[in-house]
């Protein structure tokens, strides 16, 4: 067995996947010639999908159900905030559903959803969409190299046409 073939920390992993809900709902899938490629180890994906493909090989296919703790977390009903619509530029387009990053009081970053609008107001959620689902993922492994050192610095696997250092 060829260790630079078998998924691990600084792994540079190539799949395609399909992703499903608890009732079979599809909502997500990479096109067979642009796969998802991570750098494993490195939170890049949810905790539970990561877990579930260490040791892979490539050509291996894995049916992995991944409950909320392991993916985007429980549904948080308070995770909902209102603040007043003044915050915004006067020219800022506003849409429900439209995502926003933002800095909390600590000038931590967050990302939130508009959830509402009106004309003194904004509702945000903090909730990530995919919050309180149980995840199904049907995945193939395509490849697997070793990342390079400006990877593993950097925390995440470049394009492969891009310079690498």
């Not at 599809?26 to 040791?55: M, V």
């Not at 948080?76 to 909390?104: A, Y």
């Not at 919050?131 to 470049?158: C, P, Q, W």
Request: charged letters at 30%; proline letters at 4%.
């Amino acid at each position: 067995m060829d260790l630079n073939q078998i998924i691990s920390k600084d792994k540079v992993v190539s799949l395609n996947y399909v992703l499903s809900l608890n009732g079979g709902e599809e909502i997500d899938r990479t096109a067979s010639d642009d796969p998802l490629i991570y750098l494993h180890g490195h939170q890049n994906i949810i905790p539970g999908l990561e877990k579930e493909l260490e040791g892979k090989q490539i050509g291996d296919s894995v049916d992995a159900v991944i409950p909320p703790n392991q993916a985007y977390g429980e549904y948080d009903e308070e995770g909902f905030h209102t603040i007043d619509r003044s915050l915004f530029p006067e020219n800022f387009e506003l849409e429900v559903g439209m995502l926003l990053h933002l800095k909390d009081d600590n000038e931590e970053e967050m990302e939130a959803f508009v959830h509402e609008i009106s004309d003194d107001e904004v509702v945000l959620d903090v909730n990530h969409p995919l919050a309180g689902e149980t995840l199904h993922f049907k995945v193939e492994i395509v490849n697997i190299r070793s990342a390079t050192a400006g990877e593993i610095d950097h925390g995440h696997a470049h394009n492969e046409a891009a310079d690498h250092s």
